[in-house]
């Protein structure tokens, strides 16, 4: 019979737990170092696709305050006020002119006040379908600001990605060479282990070769989020397995005939 990992002794089996363990602790601890490390690539609060973007591709994109604006939100505002504030948005005097007092009532922040902040406002009550409105305050200029200006970060250097492949790589392709054969030295179905083996070896090779095609080729990114998610799955997947036959008991078959 083929080895199985619940045949070792059990502090091989205490061994093997703890190792499985650390891989489970160092997938969450990456998963929790990437959203951190790229949450405000482009200046906004959250993991977003954004945010790969800048990191891999670079982001050219306009203010989020004009592309709400652009898009007929609010759909109430008057098309005089909504030129003029699309005016101000694409004028080099963002913040010079925001309270101006030579604009009067067509001043942004008067307009903001009358339009904006029923919803817009950290003291508002909007409707159940504008709930979200309150977590994207508009009260001062510097709430303003995180949405005025247009975004415009640079992918990150060339270099610096070529020196995190040199690192994860051969780490991560090692990992999973061990977590894969110890998944194949379990009792579940071979065409399970070997699907989940697959997908994680191919999901790998993906993420890491569109690290640089991000710059030529924009779905990569995409492909990044995708295949990331996928290898991390497996990946999880193997080690849930894996720790299930470490403590599954032997059968009887398996006691009476031994395994090699």
Partial sequence: MRFRLRSMTISARL???GLVAALGMGLVASALHLRHHYEKRDGAPGLTLDDIT??????????RFVAALRRGHPDDLPAAERDALLAWLASERITEDYDSLDLGDDAPAEVIARSCLSCHSR??????????????????????????????????????????MHAHAPALATMSVAIGAMGLATAFPRRLVGALIGAAGLALAADLACWLLARVWAPAVQVIVGAGFVYNAATALLLALILIELWRPLTASEKKGGTT
């Avoid at 800048?54 to 203010?63: F, V």
């Avoid at 909007?126 to 600001?145: C, E, G, I």
């Fill in 123 to 164: 003291s508002a009550s909007p409707p159940a379908d504008q709930a979200r409105a309150k977590d994207l305050p508009l009260d001062y200029f510097d709430d303003v600001k995180k949405i005025a200006f247009a975004r415009s970060v640079p992918a990150t250097p060339r270099e610096i990605v070529l020196m995190s």
């Fill in 54 to 63: 800048a990191a891999y591709r670079g982001l050219e994109a306009p203010s």
């Fill in 15 to 17: 061994g093997a737990t």
